[in-house]
């Protein structure tokens, strides 16, 4: 079973921040958190992974709290080719295992 | 480099027929997983493959599904006397053994199976 909490659908209008949290309370200190999304009828797509420190890269900005109980990924500039589901998901990394896709939050970009 | 090749994309099939899908990982991805999603749901784990060895099969239905990852070539998913529940897209995705920071999936575009 998936380990974190997303709401069900968010919406944002273009070109603003979109901001989607998750909530992953039961996190263990060798869980880093992973964000991946599928846009429609495609494979997923890695997007950015953190352990403790807030992490940026070309795509977006994960945000996770002090007490790693919760992060927020963030789409700065967000285009119509953002809509898509995002999933939250904590994993151990060194041990070369499955990944469980919960449910995710389905972003819609507004135009 | 190429990504995930997955074949066929698309695929039918008639009650009771067999279906095979094929996933070639990443240059030097020797770690292969397979995921399903039915219409209107989520990905659901079926099973994790290394190199002619089945890691994890936890997500796998008990007859009719099975999969191999071969010394040589692709993974093979592969359902037999396929009925109309198993339309679905199959994804693949492969990993790199022993990667030491990110641990992605690099996941093909699919197949997508329809049962008539």
């Known amino acids: 079973d998936a380990k974190t909490t997303q709401p069900p659908s968010m919406d944002c209008a273009e070109g603003r921040a979109a901001n989607l949290p998750c909530n992953h309370s039961?996190?263990?200190?060798?869980?880093?958190v992973y964000w991946y999304r599928q846009i429609h009828s495609q494979g997923p797509q890695y997007i950015i992974h953190g352990l403790k420190n807030n992490e940026t890269n070309e795509m977006a900005s994960l945000i996770i709290t002090e007490d790693r109980k919760s992060s927020t990924l963030i789409l700065p500039h967000a285009t119509l080719r953002d809509t898509a589901v995002y999933y939250c998901?904590?994993?151990?990394?060194?041990?070369?295992?499955?990944?469980?896709f919960g449910k995710g939050t389905r972003l819609h970009i507004l135009p | 480099n190429a990504g995930v090749m997955q074949n066929p994309r698309h695929l039918v099939r008639r009650r009771g027929q067999e279906a095979r899908l094929r996933c070639s990982p990443m240059k030097g991805h020797s770690h292969v997983y397979w995921y399903r999603q039915l219409p209107e749901e989520g990905l659901k784990f079926m099973v994790y493959?290394?190199?002619?060895?089945?890691?994890?099969e936890s997500g796998m239905p008990k007859e009719r599904f099975s999969a191999e990852f071969p010394k040589e070539g692709p993974s093979i998913l592969r359902i037999q006397q396929v009925v109309r529940g198993d339309s679905a897209a199959y994804f693949c995705?492969?990993?790199?053994?022993?990667?030491?920071?990110?641990?992605?999936?690099?996941f093909g575009e699919g197949s997508r199976l329809t049962v008539l």
């Open positions: 995705a492969s990993s790199r053994p022993g990667t030491p920071e990110t641990g992605e999936l690099f």
């Open positions: 493959l290394q190199k002619e060895n089945i890691i994890d």
């Open positions: 039961t996190i263990s200190g060798n869980e880093y």
């Open positions: 998901i904590v994993r151990v990394v060194f041990k070369d295992d499955k990944i469980i």
